[in-house]
């Protein structure tokens, strides 16, 4: 079979029109995109462990016998398969289960079976693992060699990334050309190239051969790796110098700002800008006040008051008679900015409009309305500020909150609107700070502004470190005594899967339970399943004070100001990444109080996570722990990239491969003078339709 390299990923059997847009999500919309839809781990099933040598947190194959299989009904009803192996037992454990699964588990079959060793109520536990039951006892692992482990999204499982990926490989690979002129390459990666071909280097990773080396495609040290990680470096590069190349023919508005006006501004603020606000804001002013379209991230640690330097910005567009927009992920995080920004505002006698989902029809209408004339120059909003219906008489400045949060159609969606032959001044800000080697690669062409120091009186967040299995009880009546002083708390279920499903059961658990033990409390439960009305409910109802103790997945990394929330319990801490943890504790310490955030563990501790803790219950520098997170897990997740649609990495990775950066520029110029005819088809490759980001 023989399908065109170009063709619709459609093509491929078992992807229809449903599975096409699920697959689109992390933009593989071709054929070649399913070949360049590269691994990013690989699993060991090929080895078989005895359960009497098992360890929590493991993932690992195991054989057994089954003893008891039955449905029981307590907070959720699930199936228990209890199997042994003659040196001790597992427990699978299955949420999600049909009839003709419950009839399989037969006491007496064997089950071969793969997945994560957990510690649960009666011993070890592996939840949904992946598994197979014969009549015969069965020998040897799940596969013969290294599994590969997709990136992947909700409703596209692993499973179907190998059946399709087995296709491309089968029917498109030989269609794979070389784009990159082994003349132009340094002298260290010759022999790299002349090792494999490109099409043997993409077998490889894709489906590794018998006895492969596992440290080699753990750590991407292997000659497949490096040949691709090289071209995947050259065609970003090629990408950033296109991007920089078309921003120097567009123009935006040029914004004077109003002196008086600004003063009259920082004399209501009530408290003065830190230093590093005015430097900031000096930074961004000096930006609009070009015709060049301005592209500047401000980072800032959680509480450095991003807020105040994105309103001066606004104030300047005002100046100017142009309008400015600042759109939010969240409808709560949105609320919050309306109420601060509008207060602002008000006392200068600047209107600020509002446009979300649950804007009130007469209300919407009349805001429209007086964007589409030029009356309303300021408007505060969700993603309704980009919908179709949404027209602006002359939008000069876009302000996108937690930018690594929002798709970059938003970005671009709201470039769209401005008059033909303009772009608006972009300024985006993310509370997740960025370490100088990744913004200089990641952001290379936008301007980057750090707001590096907390204005005065803020109080620094304790953090404690406490083994859950020991102290959990302990943790436990903490909490009590703290709502019953009056004080609220959140209590933070981690990622524990790449499913949502998985991950909201344990939020769900965690409620019951502490429901359970703290009688009297009002007790919320928000996660990534309910609905946005619903989350948005929760969260309001936390806010205002009416529930005492919040059980949440980390959905509220990025959330709202709670003054009143002063402690936060995370489970299982050493899962989770520095910068998500510590995004995490900057949901409390923010009022006057001392706030506290106990970070639970379960043993044993690998070295990376001792080293993640360390650093938590060292600092509240989100810099240095940006550096440390970035040293310890490579850029791959740092900024939430993965899920934006903002530039990705198929297979490098900036901080393991920073020593082939420097080659990459001398490179590309060599193969822009010797086959320029071949870097569109190269960007096309890694980057596809993820360019137009690069250029949002």
């Not at 109420?339 to 649950?358: P, Q």
């Not at 709502?483 to 965690?510: F, H, K, M, N």
């Not at 910068?579 to 690998?606: D, K, N, T």
């Not at 791959?636 to 990459?664: C, M, N, W, Y």
């Amino acid at each position: 079979m023989s399908v065109s390299i170009d063709k619709p990923v459609t093509a491929l059997a078992g992807v229809g029109p449903q599975m096409a847009l699920k697959l689109a999500r992390v933009h593989v919309h071709s054929v070649q995109d399913v070949l360049f839809h590269l691994p990013h781990r690989y699993e060991d099933r090929t080895s078989v462990t005895d359960m009497g040598a098992l360890l929590p947190n493991l993932s690992t194959v195991v054989i057994g016998q089954i003893d008891l299989a039955q449905v029981v009904f307590g907070r959720r009803r699930s199936l228990l398969v209890r199997i042994s192996d003659g040196t001790g037992s597992v427990t699978i454990r299955m949420f999600y289960f049909n009839r003709a699964q419950e009839k399989s588990f037969q006491r007496g079959l064997w089950v071969k079976c793969f997945g994560e060793v957990r510690p649960g109520a009666k011993g070890f536990e592996m939840i949904h693992p992946e598994y197979r039951v014969s009549a015969t006892e069965p020998t040897g692992g799940l596969d013969s060699t290294l599994t590969p482990v997709y990136p992947t999204t909700e409703g596209v499982s692993q499973t179907l990334w190998r059946k399709i990926t087995d296709q491309a490989l089968q029917a498109a690979l030989p269609q794979v050309q070389e784009l990159v002129d082994a003349r132009c390459l340094p002298e260290q990666m010759q022999g790299v190239y002349e090792s494999a071909s490109l099409q043997q280097a993409i077998n490889a990773l894709h489906r590794p051969t018998l006895n492969v080396n596992l440290a080699s495609m753990q750590e991407a040290t292997s000659s497949a790796h490096q040949r691709l990680i090289m071209e995947e470096l050259i065609a970003h590069h090629f990408s950033l110098r296109k991007s920089r190349a078309a921003r120097e023919h567009e123009r935006a508005p040029l914004l004077e700002k109003d002196d008086e006006l600004e003063q009259q501004f920082l004399a209501n603020l009530g408290f003065t800008l830190t230093s590093a606000q005015q430097r900031v804001s000096g930074e961004v002013a000096h930006d609009l006040f070009r015709t060049m379209p301005s592209m500047r991230l401000v980072q800032g640690d959680v509480g450095s008051g991003k807020t105040v330097v994105a309103a001066m910005a606004m104030l300047q567009a005002v100046s100017a008679r142009v309008q400015a927009v600042l759109m939010a992920p969240t409808e709560l995080l949105a609320e919050q900015h309306y109420a601060t920004i509008g207060k602002w505002f008000a006392d200068l006698g600047i209107e600020v409009g509002w446009l979300a989902s649950k804007t009130p029809a007469k209300q919407k209408r009349a805001t429209l309305e007086k964007l589409a004339s030029g009356e309303l120059l300021v408007a505060v909003g969700t993603h309704a500020l980009i919908q179709a219906a949404v027209e602006y008489k002359y939008l000069g400045l876009v302000v996108i909150d937690e930018q690594h949060r929002f798709g970059v159609e938003q970005r671009l969606a709201l470039r769209s609107k401005t008059p033909e032959g303009q772009v608006p001044h972009q300024l985006v800000m993310t509370a997740t700070p960025i370490p100088r080697t990744l913004a200089m690669t990641f952001y290379a062409d936008l301007d980057v502004s750090s707001i590096d120091e907390l204005p005065p009186g803020r109080k620094v967040v304790e953090t404690v470190v406490i083994p859950a299995e020991t102290r959990r009880a302990e943790v436990i009546q903490r909490v009590r005594v703290a709502c019953q002083q009056g004080r609220q708390v959140y209590w933070v279920c981690p990622l524990i899967d790449e499913s949502e499903v998985l991950e909201a059961q344990a939020a769900t658990d965690t409620e019951q339970e502490l429901k359970e033990v703290l009688t009297g409390l009002r007790i919320g439960l928000v996660h990534g399943r309910l609905k946005s009305k619903e989350k948005e409910a929760v969260m309001s109802d936390f806010r205002e004070g009416k529930i005492d103790l919040l059980v949440a997945t980390t959905v509220i990394e990025v959330g709202v100001d709670v003054p009143n929330a002063s402690l936060m319990i995370i489970e299982n801490a050493e899962r989770m990444g520095l910068a998500q943890l510590h995004q995490l504790r900057g949901r409390v310490g923010r009022g006057s109080e001392q706030s506290f955030c106990i970070l639970l563990y379960q043993v044993p501790l690998s070295q990376h996570a001792k080293l993640r803790l360390k650093t938590l219950r060292e600092t509240n520098d989100g810099f240095l722990i940006a550096e440390k997170d970035l040293e310890i897990r490579g850029a791959g997740e740092l900024l939430g990239t993965r899920q934006t649609g903002s530039i990705t990495f198929k297979v490098a990775d900036l901080i393991r491969d920073q020593h082939l950066l420097p080659l990459v520029n001398d490179c590309a110029t060599k193969l822009a003078k010797l086959t320029p005819h071949r870097i569109d088809p190269l960007i096309d490759r890694w980057i596809g339709s993820k360019e137009e980001y690069v250029n949002a």
